[in-house]
């Protein structure tokens, strides 16, 4: 392997996710040598709060890697060779809009299904191309490894308005269940696997899971799901999850995989099969949004002060992001030329033969210094392709709605969506989302 070291910029410098991003990258320094890390934001206060921290973690681990934080775009994009984009315009505030108001009608409110994810995206979108256009003026070499929600309408995005930017869109949900799959398999890790799985972001199927001699298991975990869904029956909430709603969230593909026994469904799911329980078991006054503000926000935002106070990272509580090694897998894969196989979000372009070739999709594909190539698929079932092709033109309508300014097409989007009844719910959210977003959406006519 190459001596070269490695100069990467992390963008949502501020997130909640950068210190264990941080500590996973110095993990694995052996597969990808680092020589900078810089942390880029435009809210300085909310970065201020995790840099010092984060500066003590680098330097601690190894003094002869650069650590920057700034906000300033020229600083941030000069000299790198991976960007980790990991932003949330309008923060959680505005995640808990986004899934308080859709449910004042009954309606499911998500971060990135139905409808709070067609108003994330409308304020996702600028951002991520102000992040691309910064990358491509400073450092036109750069990939930028993209996780910014909501992914599918971000991607549809980069797809419209970036086609030839160096930007691949991921998502770490494919993975964080395949860790499960591999335990009720009684595979060691998930990447004796190879599996098969298609779809949209958060709206995606696994259709084979092989172990490294062929030999298929697919059959064993659809029986497995019927029962358990995507836990194993003893461990309770000891298992790997982040907390109880995650573990409620695995125990609930059982009766996703009821619905469609030929495959393994993304737990995603549950908010559009489902959603009449989704909304039963959702306190309108308290959702998600509040239980990551009220228990990762302050846990991680707590520690990094404490770690600057104390001028020492030693002895602390902040754990290694495990489940977002893959960030270092696809990293690797560009720079050393790996041929990983990983699932991308990326345009369709005849892989699933019977599928619109300009949906982004996500799918298998094999990675190496020149970026992706992805994997054929073959024709889908009506069931699944009827579901994609409704949420497809969702995405679709979102960005045209962006593109044009247009409220119809926003309407239209919101109406579409599985999840919601009907238009004159969905004119009742649209209004009431335009208000809230005021700040951050294009005015709408
Ligand atoms: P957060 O609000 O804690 O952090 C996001 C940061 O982005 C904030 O500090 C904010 O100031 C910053 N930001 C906003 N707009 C920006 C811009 N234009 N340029 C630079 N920085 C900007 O959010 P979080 O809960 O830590 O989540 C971060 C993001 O990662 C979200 O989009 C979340 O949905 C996403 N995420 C994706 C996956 C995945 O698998 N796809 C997994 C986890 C998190
Ligand atoms: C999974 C999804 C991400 C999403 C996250 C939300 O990891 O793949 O796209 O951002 O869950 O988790 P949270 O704990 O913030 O609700
Ligand atoms: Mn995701």
Same mark, same amino acid.
């Given at each position: ?181 591999? &335990?009720? #398999?009684?595979?060691? $890790? ?6 098969? =799985? /298609?779809?949209?972001?958060? !709206? *995606? ?48 593909? &059982?009766? #996703?995989?009821?619905? $469609? ?6 737990? =995603? /799911?549950?908010?559009?099969? !489902? *959603? ?170």
């Amino acid at each position: 392997m190459s001596e070269k070291k490695f100069s990467v910029v992390i963008a949502g410098g501020g997130s909640t996710y950068t210190p264990e991003i941080i500590l996973m990258l110095l993990d694995n320094l052996d597969r990808l040598p680092l020589r900078a890390i810089k942390l880029y934001d435009n809210d300085e206060e909310r970065q201020g709060r995790l840099a010092e921290a984060c500066g003590i973690i680098v330097k601690e681990k190894d003094p002869n890697i650069e650590f920057t934080a700034t906000t300033d775009p020229e600083t941030a994009y000069t000299d790198v060779d991976f960007c980790l984009a990991h932003i949330r315009v309008g923060q959680l505030p505005m995640r808990e809009k986004d899934e308080k108001i859709p449910l004042k009608y009954g309606v499911v409110g998500q971060e990135t299904c139905g409808p709070g994810g067609i108003a994330y995206g409308m304020r996702s979108i600028p951002g991520v191309l102000e992040n691309i256009e910064y990358m491509e003026k400073y450092s036109p070499n750069c990939w930028m490894l993209n996780y910014s929600n909501p992914a599918a309408i971000v991607a549809e995005a980069c797809r419209r308005f970036k086609p030839n930017a160096r930007v691949i869109n991921i998502c770490d949900m494919p993975i964080g269940m395949e860790n499960n799959i591999a &335990k009720i #398999l009684g595979f060691n $890790d998930r990447k004796e696997m190879t599996v098969r =799985y /298609f779809g949209l972001n958060h !709206f *995606g199927w696994w259709t084979s899971i092989k172990d490294k001699d062929g030999n298929e298991y697919i059959d064993k975990l659809l029986e497995h799901q019927l029962k358990y869904g995507n836990t194993l029956p003893d461990e309770g909430n000891n298992g790997d999850y982040t907390d109880n709603s995650w573990y409620e969230t695995a125990k609930k593909v &059982k009766d #996703l995989t009821a619905l $469609d026994p030929t495959m393994a469904p993304n737990s =995603y /799911f549950q908010y559009y099969l !489902f *959603g009449d329980d989704m909304v039963a078991h959702t306190n309108p006054e308290y959702t998600r949004a509040n239980q990551v503000m009220d228990g990762r926000e302050k846990r991680v935002f707590g520690e990094c002060a404490r770690i600057a106070e104390a001028g020492t990272a030693e002895g602390t509580s902040l754990e290694i992001g495990i489940h977002a090694s893959f960030i270092v897998d696809l990293a690797t894969a560009l720079a050393f030329n790996t041929h990983e196989r990983m699932l991308l979000i990326v345009r369709n372009n005849g892989a699933i033969e019977n599928f619109d070739k300009d949906a982004m999709v996500e799918i298998p594909c094999i990675v190496g210094k020149d970026g992706y190539e992805p994997i054929t698929i073959g024709t889908i079932p009506t069931f699944q392709k009827g579901l994609m092709e409704e949420q497809v033109a969702v995405e679709k309508l979102t960005v045209d709605a962006y593109e044009q300014g247009s409220y119809h097409k926003l309407w239209q989007a919101l109406t579409l969506s599985k999840t919601v009844p009907s238009a004159n719910v969905a004119k009742k959210i649209l209004d009431d989302y335009i208000e809230a977003n005021k700040e951050y959406w294009p005015e709408l006519k």
